[in-house]
């Protein structure tokens, strides 16, 4: 089958051949009908050798979505032909995190050396791919393929960090994205179906920022040094319930603890490598900061129906798997609009 693979330190991905996968006792053969392209893969794809968590060559795409293909041994619960999406942060599914669906924060995932799919284990860019366990599979019920693979990571993730923060965001607050691309467009309008607050979102081009308002963005700014400022006068001086930065660079995290106002929520999903110094007064009191990791089994099955609601809907630009490497530098360059989508 043919395969999207990041086979070389440094060096983009390549479309190869491999073998045909085939499901061993208690796994779940997959037929990709999509599957999309996340930033961390780019953030994966810049670590030196040293860093790399697991050996290449690796098969891409951690987003998945498809139709059942084949049943390993044992495996009940699931049809030939059924699609399905896979929730991608696999754990033990034992430990007392697993036991709760909270696979994202499994206690024994390292040690088991129990890796995602497109994150060390083969992932989704390809024509096969085999799922672990039935237990990371979950029904689509009639959803459009293309545009539900991005839910499994784009609206998890951003699902997951919405609603910890739920009790703050009571109607007359503020929430602010930064960063409106695969998981903030997505935020915004969860962020929208989910509360009534309001929402400000913030990118570096206009192109990104009439997206956000078109995706339900109430108001828009641009993302520079004065952002800050900008959203503490949009909210008379107080500053935002919740800012969730899914840019995570220097720049954003230093704006994102300035705009935090009395008890608010910073929530740090992109893994641009910033910090955020916390001291007495600074950010604002009480504020809180917290870093999530994707989203519980539970959530996936909450945001597929929240999409089936019609409350969600993924951009998308769809690519063929041969041009899959082009997706990911369009990506790179930041001129993706949404969500790209590999239909191999
Ligand atoms: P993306 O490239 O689709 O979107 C990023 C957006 O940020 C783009 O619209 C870009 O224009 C904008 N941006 C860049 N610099 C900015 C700045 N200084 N201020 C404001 N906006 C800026 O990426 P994505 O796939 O949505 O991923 C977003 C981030 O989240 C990445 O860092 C990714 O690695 C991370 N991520 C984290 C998790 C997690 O579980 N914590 C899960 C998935 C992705
Ligand atoms: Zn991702
Ligand atoms: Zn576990």
């Known amino acids: 089958m043919k395969a999207l693979q990041y086979r070389t330190v440094g060096a983009p991905p390549e479309v190869v051949t491999v073998p045909d996968p085939e499901p061993g006792p ?89 890796r995602p799919p497109g994150l060390g284990a083969p992932g989704a860019i390809a024509e096969y791919m085999v ?36 009790p703050k965001l009571v109607p007359g607050s503020t929430a602010v994205v930064i960063g409106t691309g695969g998981l903030g467009h997505v935020a915004i309008q969860l962020l929208r179906a989910m509360t009534a607050a309001r929402v400000v979102a913030l990118d570096v081009t206009e192109e990104k920022l009439a997206l956000a308002r078109a995706v339900g963005a109430h108001e828009t700014v641009l993302s520079d040094a004065s952002a800050a400022a900008a959203v503490r006068e949009l909210t008379g001086g107080r500053g935002a319930e919740v800012v969730l930065d899914f840019v995570g660079a220097p720049p954003t995290v230093t704006s994102a603890g300035a705009m935090a106002g009395v008890e608010g929520d910073v929530t740090i999903v992109g893994l641009g490598g910033g910090a955020l110094p916390v001291g007495f007064g ?27 609601a019609g409350a969600v809907d993924v951009h998308v630009e769809t690519y063929a798997l041969d041009d899959a490497p082009k997706a990911y530098e369009r990506l790179h360059e930041g001129r993706v609009e949404g969500r790209a989508v590999i239909l191999p």
């Not at 696999?90 to 050396?113: F, H, T």
């Not at 029904?139 to 919405?162: C, E, M, N």
């Not at 809180?288 to 994707?294: D, E, L, M, Q």
Request: overall charge negative; aromatic content about 6%.
């Open 26 to 114: 208690g796994q779940v053969l997959l037929r990709v009908t999509a599957a999309g392209v996340c930033h961390s893969d780019i953030a994966v794809m810049s670590w030196p050798a040293d860093q790399l968590p697991f050996p290449l060559p690796l098969t891409l795409g951690h987003e998945g979505v498809g139709t059942v293909e084949a049943l390993g041994a044992g495996v009940e619960g699931f049809a030939v032909g059924e699609p399905v999406a896979v929730y991608g942060p696999w754990g033990c599914g034992a430990c007392s995190m697993c036991a709760q669906g909270k696979e994202n924060y499994c206690l024994r995932a390292a040690e088991l050396d129990i």
């Open 131 to 166: 799922v672990d366990s039935p237990r990371h599979l979950v029904p689509l019920g009639g959803l459009d393929p293309v545009r539900a693979a991005p839910l499994t990571d784009a609206g998890l993730t951003p699902y997951h960090a919405v609603k910890r923060s739920l």
């Open 282 to 308: 600074s950010p604002a009191y009480e504020v809180s900061v917290a870093s999530p990791y994707w989203g519980t089994r539970a959530e996936l099955i909450e945001v597929l129906d929240l999409a089936r």
